[in-house]
């Protein structure tokens, strides 16, 4: 057993964890709620307050700290010359008119099932606690049953309550919680309730009949007060915590009530209606993208969140983030086999497959073979199907296994309990007289344990309500997403009114009134600061971007030279596939050699440019060219391909780590622009490629002042204080996808480790080193910190002879559950002082630990929009909100770096954990808007720091290099093993693996650009 099977074996062993709806958490914490069921839809919310307590004492005009505490401004480091009003996506939640307390039972739900043998019990399973299958339909159906079980539960049991009641004036969670009123619940210590089919109407039946594979006969539910909670909502024991966290719990249980029917699908946080998207009543034809199979829904995520409110005082708020997704589309199964072979020929047609198209289709198949046309049918197994010839009273979705060669003519297996065999075609004539229309088709197979059971592919149905999986989102799709349907702010707004008004119904809504609930329509409206750019430095001047205007810093920066020009020792150009003539590849290193030359790069007219023809397949090839470009101590392998993002794209950077060679890839259609002198195609490339060999494109520095406005007086002691001497670390974590029903229905457990992408600057905040390493599966805290801090520190001292004054660690992949664990992260990287004889002794830096959530569901418009363009309807690069709606007793601030292009700008939320310097928000919001700008591919901001953004590329790259990695060793005909998985107790297969793949990364080179 080989490397990657042992360390795929671990993988198999690790248990994924539980993750809130912002971002994935770790270990279970006194502010976390220990799940009970995926479908508590109030779970997530629990994550969003948060751990402890804390500020930082000394948060100086940043309008945070403890509540009604008077600040002095002329404290302030920066001072805010710039405002903007904005209305958000938040709606204050008043509480005024719940009861003083709430109370919350266990609801246990069972089902027993018929049975045909009288001497046998019936088998009895618990249905909410347990779920009998996975995946995005199975749960749908299984929040309906219960829904309705719910609903009857109340309407037959009278005599539980002091008063007559419906269902609307409690609250169920679809899972395994109730809620009332106090006192209006009067059952026993335990309340058992007994439902027989019969007693459902029909329609009401289907949902329930769907809650597991076999036949219900009888519903047993349990109302107990074993686990009954008080949710305090007025008074000092309202204030506690963990009756915070319950509150939270509870308000988003109750305003999700009205989209708990069968009119919607619900996953986790986010609602889709279950019809299509309509304008005015009209089937909206643009998002029916009927050539794909899909069509594109438009939904909501629905959070609560306990913030600071606009008087400094404690409140909660409930964010309506409307967003889009891709689904598929309801169908048979044998149309999308038709779009699916269709495509590869590069025409998908529209309409019911006629015999011609399937006999065309069926000569391709022949004369792919088996293995080929798995390939070319893979998306369906990723879509849940049920046979259209079985009776509709019971779970019989499942997922494709695969498909067979041989057809339903050829196919035969025994016949009931003889011997005789039968083929698939004759048994579906007899058993069910149908006549199969396509015989001669290959079949669908199921895998049932050791059954295999085989289906024709036109008795088989894609179930409506199933979310593309994101590696099957096609480019076409995607490209209607961020065109056709990108949502603008204005947009954005008038769809979360429709939620308000006709999903969450909050002015009809009996759920609501039942508890005196009440939300305000009108969103929360205040004043942003706009932060100030800092001022970009090159090597022959400097400017400084226009925050808050439409005007790119591009123009600007279009005259200036490289702050730092590399040094290029030679170049070789691959031309993969013979793509180009040897004659157009020499005029464009003619042209790139100008560039540079402009760039003021050293001797690059006596550079070498080789050109080098290589086969795409030809892996051997690639690598010996690569290994003797090392040896010889070439600068760069600049490729071109035909493809954007062609296989061999994988494998050119898998070699670049395994090799120690940096790599630059460009496709045809750049290179056209290159040839007619595109300047921005152009300049991209030539700011790659300065990077890429060892250059510095350009350095920020604080302002002083913008329009002759004081921003900064004393600009040059805070640029050293921030900047001088700190070392900014990165980390962001990727991990594999979580098991789907099909992994489930096979008994695969999940075999791909998380990757841990890191960055960190060495020298200036602008240059960064970084790499990738691998961690079990699905683990949300950081392994292996200490060997990953002692690399970056090592680097650190020899690029500057000396170790940093202060420490900035900006870490994503958590949400507030966490909390508790970064700190003891840091704590772990502190360690690295004491345990490495290279630092041991010295005096541990000051940490600064940043938690970012990049994926936040709070919005920013401008409270009046004017226009038409991205630009226009949205804020400008640097606005930032620290004075309300962040969580209460946190030091925290919400910040857009990023300019709009298209659609609507989502700000990234930063949350201080540790703050050792005891830096003021002011000084540390102002510190991450200049960061961003050190992105040094584009002269525009990303959306989060540069050291973030560059370990998020970072994570990227891990992943991809190991996924290359899987399938190299598998054309060498290495196979995983799951026979021989074996527990990897101290992670050394981790890390083995890790070295294996990055033999020769170079740590101190921006390669990921």
């Not at 964890?17 to 839809?41: E, F, M, V």
């Not at 395994?658 to 460009?666: E, F, L, N, R």
């Not at 966490?818 to 502190?830: D, L, S």
């Not at 294996?996 to 101190?1004: A, D, M, V, Y």
Request: charged share 25%; with cysteine.
């Amino acid at each position: 057993m080989d490397l990657l099977d042992s360390i795929m074996g671990t993988m198999g062993e690790a248990k994924p964890k539980t993750s809130s709806s912002d971002q994935p958490t770790t270990s279970a914490q006194p502010y976390r709620i220990k799940k009970k069921t995926p479908l508590n839809i109030a779970e997530s919310s629990a994550s969003r307050i948060p751990s402890t307590f804390k500020r930082s004492p000394l948060d100086s005009g940043s309008g945070l700290g403890a509540p009604n505490v008077k600040r002095d401004k002329t404290m302030a480091t920066f001072k805010n010359i710039k405002h903007c009003d904005v209305q958000t996506n938040s709606y204050k939640v008043i509480l005024d008119g719940l009861p003083e307390v709430i109370e919350q039972f266990q609801f246990d739900v069972y089902a027993t099932f018929s049975t045909k043998d009288s001497t046998k019990q019936a088998k009895t399973i618990p249905i909410n606690e347990k779920i009998v299958v996975h995946g995005d339909l199975p749960i749908q159906y299984r929040r309906w049953g219960l829904w309705n079980i719910w609903k009857l539960s109340v309407k037959s049991n009278p005599d539980l309550f002091t008063k007559p009641i419906s269902y609307q004036d409690g609250a169920y969670d679809c899972g395994a919680a109730i809620y009332f009123p106090a006192g209006l619940y009067k059952g026993e210590e335990s309340e058992h309730i007994f439902l027989h089919r019969s007693e459902f109407e029909e329609k009401i039946w289907q949902p329930i009949s769907k809650l597991a594979s076999g036949q219900i006969e009888t519903i047993k539910v349990m109302i107990s007060r074993t686990k009954a909670k008080k949710i305090y909502t007025r008074g000092i024991d309202s204030t506690r915590p963990e009756s915070v966290t319950e509150l939270v719990r509870f308000l988003e249980v109750l305003t999700s009530q009205k989209t708990s029917s069968r009119d919607f699908f619900q996953f986790g946080n986010s609602t889709y209606t279950r019809s299509s998207d309509k304008n005015n009543g009209i089937l909206d034809e643009r998002c029916q993208i009927n050539q794909e199979g899909k069509e594109i829904k438009t939904g909501f995520e629905k959070t609560m969140r306990y913030i600071t409110g606009t008087d400094g005082k404690p409140e909660f708020i409930m964010t309506i983030d409307v967003r889009r997704s891709p689904f598929n589309q309801e169908m048979d199964v044998i149309d999308m086999v038709r779009i699916l072979y269709q495509s590869r020929r590069g025409g998908r047609q529209q309409g019911s497959p006629s015999v011609d198209d399937m006999n065309d289709i069926l000569y391709q198949m022949q004369r792919d073979g088996e293995t080929q046309m798995n390939r070319k049918l893979s998306e369906l197994k990723s879509m849940a199907v049920f046979p259209v010839h079985l009776p509709n009273n019971r779970m019989n979705l499942f997922y494709i296994n695969g498909f067979t060669q041989e057809s339903a003519e050829q196919f035969t297996f025994p016949a009931d309990d003889s011997k005789m065999e039968i083929s698939v075609y004759d048994y579906f004539l007899e058993k069910y007289q149908i006549r199969l229309k396509y015989p001669r088709l290959p079949l669908a197979f199921q895998k049932r344990g050791k059954r295999i059971i085989c289906y024709p592919l036109e008795v088989l149905k894609i179930e409506r309500g199933q979310r593309v999986k994101q590696n099957n989102v096609t480019s076409s799709v995607q490209s209607i997403m961020t065109s056709k349907l990108s949502m603008l702010p204005l947009e954005q707004i008038s769809r979360a009114e429709r939620v308000l008004d006709e999903y969450l119904s909050i002015d009809d809504n009996k759920f609501l009134q039942a508890f005196g609930l009440q939300i305000k329509r009108e969103s929360t409206k205040l004043s942003a600061h706009i932060l100030p750019a800092p001022v970009i430095n090159f090597g022959n001047g400097a400017f400084t971007p226009i925050t808050g205007g439409q005007r790119p810093p591009l123009i600007e920066a279009r005259s200036k030279v490289f702050s730092s020009p590399a040094k290029l020792n030679g170049v070789i150009v691959i031309n993969f596939d013979e793509v180009l003539q040897k004659e157009r590849i020499t005029s464009m290193i003619t042209k790139l050699k100008k560039e540079l030359q402009n760039q003021k790069l050293p001797k690059i007219e006596t550079i070498d440019w080789k050109i080098e023809n290589c086969a795409e397949a030809d892996q051997r090839k690639l690598e010996s060219i690569m290994v003797d470009a090392k040896r010889r101590n070439i600068s760069l392998i600049f490729a071109i391909t035909r493809d954007q993002r062609p296989e061999v794209h994988d494998v050119l950077k898998l070699l670049e780590s395994q090799i120690g060679i940096q790599t630059q890839q460009i496709c045809l259609a750049t290179f056209e622009q290159l040839s007619k002198g595109a300047r921005t195609t152009t300049e991209n490339v030539i700011r790659k490629l300065n990077l890429k060999c060892g250059g510095l494109n350009f350095k920020f520095s604080i302002p002083r002042s913008e329009n002759s406005k004081e921003i900064c007086s004393n600009a040059n002691q805070v640029q050293q204080k921030l900047f001088g001497n700190t070392l900014f670390i990165g980390f962001e974590l990727s991990h594999s996808g979580a098991d789907c029903l099909f992994d489930r229905q096979n008994n695969i457990t999940s075999g791909e480790p998380s990757v841990v992408g890191y960055s960190y600057s060495y020298g200036d905040p602008c240059e960064l080193g970084g790499g990738s390493y691998l961690q079990k599966s699905r683990e949300h805290s950081l392994m292996f910190l200490s060997d990953h801090m002692a690399e970056i520190l090592s680097n650190y001292l020899k690029a500057r002879n000396k170790l940093p004054e202060n420490i900035v660690v900006y870490r994503s992949g958590v949400g507030e559950g966490g909390f508790e664990q970064i700190e003891k992260e840091v704590e772990q990287m502190k360690s690295v002082f004491k345990t490495d004889t290279r630092f041991k002794g010295r005096t541990i830096p000051p940490f600064l630990m940043i938690v970012v959530s990049k994926t936040t569901h709070m919005r920013i418009y401008p409270k009046e929009i004017i226009g038409g363009k991205a630009i226009e309807q949205n804020v400008p690069s640097g606005t930032c909100i620290s004075s309300v709606l962040t969580s209460y007793g946190r030091d925290e601030f919400y910040l857009v770096s990023q300019s709009a292009l298209i659609g609507t700008i989502r700000p990234a939320r930063y949350s201080v954990i540790v703050n050792d310097p005891k830096w003021t928000v002011n000084e540390i919001s102002h510190m991450t808007y200049f960061l961003a700008f050190g992105h040094q591919v584009s002269y525009q901001a990303p959306g989060v720091p540069n050291v973030l953004y560059a370990a998020g590329n970072m994570a990227k790259r891990g992943r991809n290099n190991f996924i290359t990695y899987q399938k190299l060793l598998r054309r060498e005909g290495r196979s995983i093993d799951r026979q021989e998985m074996k527990p990897d107790e101290n992670g050394e297969l981790l890390k083995a693996l890790t070295e294996e793949l990055n033999k020769c990364t170079i740590s101190c080179k921006m390669f990921w650009a």
